[in-house]
């Protein structure tokens, strides 16, 4: 797999003009096109810090972020995330957030059409081209046939399929999602994150996603990492699990941790 996001010695905080919090640093990890990549940490650990930095929504405190900016994997075709513009950042980086869209009168077709919106311009008239890469990105998703339907009629499973298939139509390499199954039933989870993981599979997307459930992670994701105090740990969850630090994120009073089985199980 291409490494298409890659962190060096990276930094990452808040900084005022008299004061500099440091959430975490020394951050070193790449992120691979092909592979669904979560990011798992305790609350208050810095995982939106991180993910906001990644998006170039905040700036690094230091150290740098690279991308790939061609599908080889040479020095040469990394360039800093600091050096993009906002138009080159639109057409690299995809972001689903987890805030709902309060949008109403806006048909499913309608607001995957904004993810065409670094080609168009934001009230840009979508050409024949556009209308048939918005249908792809439906179709890629599953939701033919919500196409017609409005925004604010849909449950909350359906409108994060829909914010995915905007992301798709954005037709950026990298993906990044804020806690996309926040607000899901358990089977509504499950089918998100299998969509996610086929999608970085068959399309070669890189997708990182912040996420709270750690044993949908540990069966579907192909990398997790892992924020710790002063750590990041970067890992299959198979090698993440042999090395101790699956288990030292889960286990606390009445969990407990099979690293054999990677299973989480509740005592009395």
């Given at each position: 797999m291409n490494k298409t996001v890659t962190l060096k010695e990276l930094s990452i905080g808040y900084q005022t003009k008299?004061?500099?919090?440091?959430?975490?640093e020394h951050l070193n990890a790449s992120i691979c096109s092909g592979e669904l990549t979560c990011l798992l940490g305790r609350n208050g650990i810095g995982k939106s810090t991180l993910l906001r930095t990644l998006s170039a929504f905040q700036?690094?405190?230091?150290?740098e972020i690279l991308l790939r900016c061609s599908k080889n994997s040479e020095d040469?075709?990394?360039s800093a995330l600091s050096s993009f513009s906002d138009k080159q950042l639109s057409r690299m980086i995809g972001v689903v957030l987890t805030e709902k869209p309060d949008v109403r009168n806006m048909t499913i077709e309608e607001l995957v059409g904004m993810g065409r919106s670094p080609y168009t311009g934001f009230w840009g008239?979508?050409?024949?081209?556009?209308r048939r890469i918005v249908d792809e990105a439906i179709q890629l998703v599953g939701i033919q046939s919500l196409k017609g339907r409005y925004v604010h009629t849909l449950s909350d499973g359906e409108r994060q399929k829909v914010m995915i298939a905007k992301a798709l139509a954005q037709q950026t390499p990298v993906i990044y999602l804020d806690e996309p199954t926040a607000f899901l039933d358990f089977p509504s989870k499950v089918e998100v994150m299998q969509l996610l993981h086929r999608l970085a599979r068959e399309q070669q997307k890189t997708v990182f996603l912040s996420?709270?459930?750690v044993e949908l992670s540990m069966q579907i994701a192909d990398c997790i990492w892992l924020m710790e105090p002063?750590?990041?740990?970067?890992g299959t969850p198979r090698q993440l699990a042999d090395e101790g630090a699956l288990?030292?994120?889960?286990e606390h009073k009445g969990i407990l941790f099979n690293?054999?089985?990677?299973?989480?199980r509740v005592t009395e």
């Open positions: 008299n004061h500099v919090t440091v959430v975490a700036p690094a405190l230091s150290g040469s075709d990394y008239t979508l050409s024949e081209n556009d996420t709270h459930d002063e750590k990041l740990s970067v288990g030292r994120f889960i690293a054999q089985t990677l299973t989480i």
